[in-house]
Protein backbone atom coordinates (compact mmCIF):
# COMPACT_ATOMS: atom_id res chain seq x y z
CA UNK A 1 0.00 0.00 0.00
CA UNK A 2 1.32 3.71 -0.44
CA UNK A 3 1.77 6.18 2.21
CA UNK A 4 -1.01 8.70 1.61
CA UNK A 5 -0.42 11.59 -0.05
CA UNK A 6 1.47 14.44 2.50
CA UNK A 7 -0.74 17.67 2.18
CA UNK A 8 0.56 21.32 2.74
CA UNK A 9 -0.83 24.40 3.03
CA UNK A 10 -0.55 27.93 5.10
CA UNK A 11 -2.35 30.96 5.76
CA UNK A 12 -1.42 34.33 6.13
CA UNK A 13 -1.98 35.82 9.79
CA UNK A 14 -4.84 38.12 8.97
CA UNK A 15 -6.18 38.89 12.31
CA UNK A 16 -9.66 36.73 13.44
CA UNK A 17 -10.77 34.58 10.38
CA UNK A 18 -14.62 34.44 9.90
CA UNK A 19 -17.40 32.39 7.89
CA UNK A 20 -15.90 32.58 4.61
CA UNK A 21 -12.79 31.00 5.98
CA UNK A 22 -14.67 28.56 7.67
CA UNK A 23 -16.78 27.33 4.44
CA UNK A 24 -14.39 27.52 1.99
CA UNK A 25 -11.22 26.30 3.98
CA UNK A 26 -10.98 24.75 6.99
CA UNK A 27 -13.45 22.61 6.09
CA UNK A 28 -11.89 21.26 3.59
CA UNK A 29 -8.56 20.92 6.01
CA UNK A 30 -10.63 19.44 8.32
CA UNK A 31 -11.41 16.51 5.94
CA UNK A 32 -7.89 15.89 4.62
CA UNK A 33 -6.60 15.60 8.16
CA UNK A 34 -8.51 12.80 8.54
CA UNK A 35 -7.09 10.65 5.60
CA UNK A 36 -4.37 12.13 5.03
CA UNK A 37 -0.74 13.63 6.53
CA UNK A 38 -1.27 17.31 6.69
CA UNK A 39 1.05 20.18 7.62
CA UNK A 40 -0.80 23.76 8.10
CA UNK A 41 1.16 26.38 8.97
CA UNK A 42 0.86 29.91 9.58
CA UNK A 43 2.61 32.19 7.10
CA UNK A 44 3.92 34.82 9.08
CA UNK A 45 6.82 35.55 6.68
CA UNK A 46 4.04 36.23 3.72
CA UNK A 47 2.52 38.31 5.90
CA UNK A 48 5.94 41.02 5.64
CA UNK A 49 5.78 41.01 2.06
CA UNK A 50 3.17 43.10 2.16
CA UNK A 51 3.14 44.14 5.33
CA UNK A 52 6.48 44.78 6.61
CA UNK A 53 5.85 48.27 8.16
CA UNK A 54 2.90 47.10 10.48
CA UNK A 55 5.03 43.48 11.64
CA UNK A 56 3.51 44.92 14.89
CA UNK A 57 0.17 42.86 15.27
CA UNK A 58 1.86 39.70 13.75
CA UNK A 59 2.84 37.58 16.97
CA UNK A 60 -0.73 38.12 18.03
CA UNK A 61 -2.34 37.41 14.88
CA UNK A 62 -0.73 34.25 14.82
CA UNK A 63 -2.00 32.52 18.16
CA UNK A 64 -5.71 33.92 16.93
CA UNK A 65 -5.47 32.14 14.32
CA UNK A 66 -4.54 29.20 15.73
CA UNK A 67 -7.40 29.39 18.11
CA UNK A 68 -9.81 29.86 15.49
CA UNK A 69 -8.08 26.71 13.40
CA UNK A 70 -8.27 24.42 16.57
CA UNK A 71 -11.96 25.50 17.63
CA UNK A 72 -13.04 24.79 14.04
CA UNK A 73 -12.01 21.47 14.62
CA UNK A 74 -8.41 21.30 13.00
CA UNK A 75 -7.14 18.73 15.36
CA UNK A 76 -3.81 18.69 16.73
CA UNK A 77 -3.24 14.69 17.21
CA UNK A 78 -4.24 14.52 13.08
CA UNK A 79 -2.33 17.53 11.72
CA UNK A 80 0.80 19.39 12.52
CA UNK A 81 0.56 22.81 13.35
CA UNK A 82 3.65 24.95 13.09
CA UNK A 83 4.44 28.69 12.42
CA UNK A 84 6.56 29.44 9.33
CA UNK A 85 9.18 31.73 10.72
CA UNK A 86 9.72 29.23 13.68
CA UNK A 87 11.10 27.28 11.06
CA UNK A 88 14.65 28.50 9.76
CA UNK A 89 14.89 26.24 7.04
CA UNK A 90 11.59 27.97 5.14
CA UNK A 91 14.32 30.54 4.34
CA UNK A 92 17.82 28.87 3.68
CA UNK A 93 15.32 26.91 0.88
CA UNK A 94 13.63 30.04 -0.42
CA UNK A 95 17.13 31.11 -0.65
CA UNK A 96 18.90 28.44 -2.74
CA UNK A 97 15.24 28.17 -4.74
CA UNK A 98 15.71 31.28 -5.39
CA UNK A 99 19.21 31.23 -7.13
CA UNK A 100 17.20 28.73 -9.93
CA UNK A 101 14.10 30.71 -9.92
CA UNK A 102 14.54 33.14 -13.09
CA UNK A 103 13.23 36.45 -12.60
CA UNK A 104 10.68 36.06 -15.54
CA UNK A 105 9.16 33.54 -13.66
CA UNK A 106 8.35 35.45 -11.32
CA UNK A 107 7.16 38.66 -12.80
CA UNK A 108 4.87 36.67 -14.78
CA UNK A 109 3.13 35.44 -11.92
CA UNK A 110 -0.16 36.73 -12.42
CA UNK A 111 -0.78 38.30 -8.36
CA UNK A 112 2.41 39.57 -8.22
CA UNK A 113 0.86 42.50 -11.26
CA UNK A 114 -2.40 42.27 -9.42
CA UNK A 115 -1.75 42.90 -6.11
CA UNK A 116 0.80 45.66 -7.14
CA UNK A 117 -2.40 47.20 -8.68
CA UNK A 118 -5.04 46.62 -6.22
CA UNK A 119 -3.05 47.02 -2.91
CA UNK A 120 -2.16 50.70 -3.60
CA UNK A 121 -0.56 52.83 -0.51
CA UNK A 122 1.83 49.67 -0.13
CA UNK A 123 5.26 49.20 -0.84
CA UNK A 124 5.43 46.16 -3.13
CA UNK A 125 8.81 47.41 -5.03
CA UNK A 126 10.67 44.91 -2.82
CA UNK A 127 13.10 42.40 -3.65
CA UNK A 128 10.77 40.26 -0.88
CA UNK A 129 7.40 40.61 -2.40
CA UNK A 130 8.50 39.31 -6.01
CA UNK A 131 9.86 36.65 -4.51
CA UNK A 132 6.56 35.62 -2.32
CA UNK A 133 6.04 32.30 -4.73
CA UNK A 134 9.58 31.41 -4.05
CA UNK A 135 9.13 31.48 -0.48
CA UNK A 136 5.93 29.60 -0.69
CA UNK A 137 7.36 26.87 -3.03
CA UNK A 138 10.08 26.23 -0.46
CA UNK A 139 7.06 26.23 2.37
CA UNK A 140 5.72 23.41 0.05
CA UNK A 141 8.77 21.69 -1.04
CA UNK A 142 10.31 21.10 2.60
CA UNK A 143 7.59 18.66 3.19
CA UNK A 144 7.73 16.87 -0.09
CA UNK A 145 3.75 17.45 -0.44
CA UNK A 146 1.81 15.76 -2.89
CA UNK A 147 -1.11 17.76 -2.48
CA UNK A 148 -1.66 21.46 -1.57
CA UNK A 149 -5.34 22.76 -0.85
CA UNK A 150 -5.93 26.43 -1.84
CA UNK A 151 -7.87 28.64 -3.73
CA UNK A 152 -8.23 29.65 -7.25
CA UNK A 153 -6.02 32.85 -6.92
CA UNK A 154 -3.28 30.09 -5.25
CA UNK A 155 -2.83 27.85 -8.38
CA UNK A 156 -0.49 29.94 -10.28
CA UNK A 157 1.90 29.43 -7.29
CA UNK A 158 1.40 26.29 -7.02
CA UNK A 159 2.52 26.13 -10.48
CA UNK A 160 5.38 27.33 -10.11
CA UNK A 161 6.25 25.01 -7.59
CA UNK A 162 6.08 22.75 -10.02
CA UNK A 163 8.34 24.47 -12.40
CA UNK A 164 10.77 25.64 -9.55
CA UNK A 165 10.75 21.62 -8.24
CA UNK A 166 11.11 20.45 -12.00
CA UNK A 167 14.18 23.13 -12.35
CA UNK A 168 16.19 21.72 -9.12
CA UNK A 169 16.12 18.15 -9.46
CA UNK A 170 17.12 18.66 -13.38
CA UNK A 171 19.72 20.60 -12.06
CA UNK A 172 20.74 18.82 -9.19
CA UNK A 173 19.57 15.61 -8.80
CA UNK A 174 15.63 14.10 -8.22
CA UNK A 175 14.88 15.47 -4.60
CA UNK A 176 11.62 16.86 -4.71
CA UNK A 177 8.36 15.66 -5.68
CA UNK A 178 5.99 18.17 -8.04
CA UNK A 179 2.67 19.18 -5.79
CA UNK A 180 -0.69 19.41 -7.22
CA UNK A 181 -2.92 22.11 -6.23
CA UNK A 182 -6.13 20.56 -4.63
CA UNK A 183 -9.28 23.21 -5.47
CA UNK A 184 -11.67 23.19 -2.92
CA UNK A 185 -15.13 22.66 -4.04
CA UNK A 186 -16.53 24.92 -1.77
CA UNK A 187 -18.36 28.18 -3.38
CA UNK A 188 -17.63 31.75 -3.02
CA UNK A 189 -19.07 32.72 0.23
CA UNK A 190 -20.74 36.39 -0.06
CA UNK A 191 -20.34 38.71 3.16
CA UNK A 192 -23.34 40.59 4.13
CA UNK A 193 -23.58 43.12 1.38
CA UNK A 194 -23.05 40.48 -1.72
CA UNK A 195 -19.19 40.89 -2.23
CA UNK A 196 -16.77 38.32 -1.42
CA UNK A 197 -16.51 38.07 2.78
CA UNK A 198 -13.82 40.21 3.99
CA UNK A 199 -12.22 41.94 6.81
CA UNK A 200 -10.90 44.69 4.49
CA UNK A 201 -14.88 44.59 3.31
CA UNK A 202 -16.51 44.73 7.09
CA UNK A 203 -19.20 42.60 5.69
CA UNK A 204 -17.78 39.52 7.87
CA UNK A 205 -19.83 36.97 10.46
CA UNK A 206 -16.41 36.25 12.67
CA UNK A 207 -15.70 33.50 14.42
CA UNK A 208 -16.43 33.32 18.11
CA UNK A 209 -18.97 36.28 17.30
CA UNK A 210 -21.79 35.77 20.10
CA UNK A 211 -25.05 34.30 18.84
CA UNK A 212 -26.92 37.65 19.01
CA UNK A 213 -24.59 39.31 16.79
CA UNK A 214 -24.34 36.39 14.37
CA UNK A 215 -27.84 36.54 13.90
CA UNK A 216 -28.40 40.64 13.70
CA UNK A 217 -25.82 40.32 11.14
CA UNK A 218 -27.05 37.42 8.88
CA UNK A 219 -30.68 39.20 9.08
CA UNK A 220 -29.47 41.79 7.55
CA UNK A 221 -28.06 40.30 5.22
CA UNK A 222 -28.63 41.36 1.40
CA UNK A 223 -31.03 39.05 -0.77
CA UNK A 224 -32.76 39.46 -4.05
CA UNK A 225 -33.33 43.12 -4.29
CA UNK A 226 -36.26 42.44 -6.29
CA UNK A 227 -37.73 41.39 -3.07
CA UNK A 228 -37.96 45.00 -1.70
CA UNK A 229 -41.65 44.74 -0.56
CA UNK A 230 -42.94 41.43 1.05
CA UNK A 231 -45.55 40.62 -1.61
CA UNK A 232 -42.75 40.77 -4.30
CA UNK A 233 -41.51 37.56 -5.49
CA UNK A 234 -37.89 37.00 -5.94
CA UNK A 235 -35.30 34.19 -7.30
CA UNK A 236 -32.82 32.88 -4.66
CA UNK A 237 -30.47 32.66 -7.03
CA UNK A 238 -29.75 36.13 -7.22
CA UNK A 239 -29.78 35.59 -3.31
CA UNK A 240 -26.51 36.36 -1.75
CA UNK A 241 -28.14 35.10 1.42
CA UNK A 242 -29.26 31.74 -0.36
CA UNK A 243 -25.80 30.72 -0.58
CA UNK A 244 -25.60 29.57 2.78
CA UNK A 245 -28.99 28.26 2.57
CA UNK A 246 -27.41 25.96 0.22
CA UNK A 247 -24.70 25.05 2.63
CA UNK A 248 -26.07 24.61 5.76
CA UNK A 249 -30.06 23.53 5.07
CA UNK A 250 -31.60 20.34 4.91
CA UNK A 251 -33.33 19.93 0.97
CA UNK A 252 -36.78 20.39 2.25
CA UNK A 253 -35.28 23.30 4.37
CA UNK A 254 -34.13 24.30 0.38
CA UNK A 255 -37.63 23.46 -1.32
CA UNK A 256 -39.68 25.26 1.25
CA UNK A 257 -37.38 28.61 1.46
CA UNK A 258 -37.18 28.51 -2.48
CA UNK A 259 -40.41 28.12 -3.29
CA UNK A 260 -41.73 30.29 -0.58
CA UNK A 261 -39.11 33.24 -2.15
CA UNK A 262 -40.86 32.91 -5.85
CA UNK A 263 -43.80 32.66 -4.95
CA UNK A 264 -43.81 34.94 -2.17
CA UNK A 265 -45.62 33.42 0.45
CA UNK A 266 -42.44 33.85 3.26
CA UNK A 267 -40.75 36.69 3.80
CA UNK A 268 -37.04 37.46 3.86
CA UNK A 269 -36.44 37.17 7.58
CA UNK A 270 -38.38 34.05 8.15
CA UNK A 271 -36.40 32.58 5.48
CA UNK A 272 -33.41 33.59 6.94
CA UNK A 273 -34.05 32.36 9.85
CA UNK A 274 -34.38 29.06 9.20
CA UNK A 275 -30.87 29.00 7.82
CA UNK A 276 -29.22 31.00 10.64
CA UNK A 277 -30.62 28.20 13.20
CA UNK A 278 -28.48 25.64 11.12
CA UNK A 279 -25.46 27.93 10.71
CA UNK A 280 -25.47 28.48 14.62
CA UNK A 281 -25.47 24.76 14.91
CA UNK A 282 -21.90 24.69 13.83
CA UNK A 283 -20.88 28.36 14.93
CA UNK A 284 -22.45 27.81 18.05
CA UNK A 285 -19.55 24.63 19.28
CA UNK A 286 -16.82 26.75 17.73
CA UNK A 287 -17.51 29.88 19.72
CA UNK A 288 -17.49 27.87 23.02
CA UNK A 289 -14.03 25.93 22.08
CA UNK A 290 -12.93 29.69 20.91
CA UNK A 291 -13.24 31.21 24.47
CA UNK A 292 -12.20 27.95 26.12
CA UNK A 293 -9.06 28.20 23.78
CA UNK A 294 -8.68 32.10 24.99
CA UNK A 295 -8.71 31.49 28.45
CA UNK A 296 -5.72 28.52 27.71
CA UNK A 297 -2.93 30.07 26.12
CA UNK A 298 -0.39 28.25 27.21
CA UNK A 299 -2.01 24.78 25.94
CA UNK A 300 -2.72 26.63 22.39
CA UNK A 301 1.20 27.94 22.62
CA UNK A 302 1.81 24.07 23.82
CA UNK A 303 0.22 23.02 20.12
CA UNK A 304 2.28 25.81 18.56
CA UNK A 305 5.74 24.26 20.24
CA UNK A 306 4.88 20.63 19.61
CA UNK A 307 3.95 21.48 15.85
CA UNK A 308 7.23 23.37 15.64
CA UNK A 309 9.04 20.39 16.66
CA UNK A 310 7.51 17.94 14.51
CA UNK A 311 7.80 20.11 11.16
CA UNK A 312 11.06 21.21 12.58
CA UNK A 313 12.24 17.66 12.20
CA UNK A 314 10.72 16.85 8.48
CA UNK A 315 13.07 20.10 7.19
CA UNK A 316 15.80 19.19 9.10
CA UNK A 317 16.14 15.87 7.04
CA UNK A 318 15.09 17.85 3.74
CA UNK A 319 17.46 20.08 4.29
CA UNK A 320 19.84 17.39 4.70
CA UNK A 321 19.25 15.92 1.36
CA UNK A 322 19.33 19.32 -0.07
CA UNK A 323 22.52 20.68 1.00
CA UNK A 324 24.02 17.68 0.03
CA UNK A 325 23.13 17.73 -3.98
CA UNK A 326 23.58 21.26 -4.23
CA UNK A 327 27.42 20.61 -2.68
CA UNK A 328 27.14 22.65 0.40
CA UNK A 329 27.88 21.44 3.74
CA UNK A 330 31.22 21.20 4.31
CA UNK A 331 32.94 20.33 7.56
CA UNK A 332 32.42 23.47 10.12
N1 LIG B 1 0.08 32.39 -0.29
C1 LIG B 1 -0.95 31.73 0.48
C2 LIG B 1 -2.15 32.67 0.63
O1 LIG B 1 -2.00 33.87 0.58
C3 LIG B 1 -0.46 31.32 1.83
C4 LIG B 1 0.66 30.33 1.73
C5 LIG B 1 1.97 30.56 2.03
C6 LIG B 1 0.54 28.97 1.32
N2 LIG B 1 2.68 29.42 1.83
C7 LIG B 1 1.83 28.44 1.40
C8 LIG B 1 -0.53 28.19 0.90
C9 LIG B 1 2.09 27.11 1.04
C10 LIG B 1 -0.27 26.87 0.55
C11 LIG B 1 1.03 26.33 0.62
O2 LIG B 1 -3.24 32.19 0.83
FE1 LIG C 1 -33.31 35.34 -0.30
FE2 LIG C 1 -34.99 33.89 1.12
FE3 LIG C 1 -35.44 36.50 0.72
FE4 LIG C 1 -35.69 34.79 -1.29
S1 LIG C 1 -36.92 34.85 0.58
S2 LIG C 1 -34.65 36.76 -1.37
S3 LIG C 1 -34.06 33.31 -0.84
S4 LIG C 1 -33.75 35.58 1.87
Known amino acids: MTAPARIVSGMRPTGRLHLGHLLGTLRTWRE ?22 RSGGVAENVVEMVIDWLASGIDPERATIFVQSAIPEHAELHLLL ?75 GEVFPEPQALLAAAPRIPGLDGRKMSKSYNNAVFLGEDAAAVNAKLSRMMTDPRRARRRDPGDPDDCPAYTLHRIYCTREELEYTAHGCRTATIGCLECKQIMIARAEAELGPIRERRH ?41
Open 98 to 172: SMITPLGWLERVPTYKEMQQQLTGRDLSTYGFLGYPVLQAADILMYRAAKVPVGADQVPHVELTREIARRFNHVF
Open 292 to 332: ALAARPDDVRDVIVRGNRRAKAVAEETMATVRRVVGLGAPL
Open 32 to 53: LQAAHECFFFVADWHALTTDYD
